[in-house]
């Protein structure tokens, strides 16, 4: 992860916090992507946990749009607590944008309850009303 630049971030710590925000600022600054995982750590079961308002937060300080990106299978490919590779079946699909000007009239918590909805509905587990 160190070899390809990833931003880290060690929770509960404000200075990795503070270190993060900078790298992203970079990323961005070089006209990078910075992908986020919404979830905060990876599920002990396969199934989608909660989201957390970080990653919009920063989309919105940043002043950057979102594509929510859902990929399927990685939880049999590597079972969080080994570093024993299995066999799955994995795919991704990308979601339509929101753009910077729409990030920027919604607050953190809506734009992550609507993505968090959005993939959801994508996996076939809700409804959007």
Known sequence: MYLNRYVA???GSRRSVAKMSAEVKEHLTNGSSVYMFPEGSRSEDGNMRPFKTGAFAMAKHYDVGIIPVVIRG???????KTLKLGHADMSIEVLPIIEADEVAKRTAQEL????EQQIQQALGHVEIS
Do not use: E, G, N
Not at 74 to 80: D, E, F, G, I, M
Not at 112 to 115: H, I, P, R, S, Y
């Open 74 to 80: 990685t939880s049999q490919a590597l079972p969080k």
């Open 112 to 115: 992550c309850k609507d993505v």
């Open 9 to 11: 971030l060690k929770r």
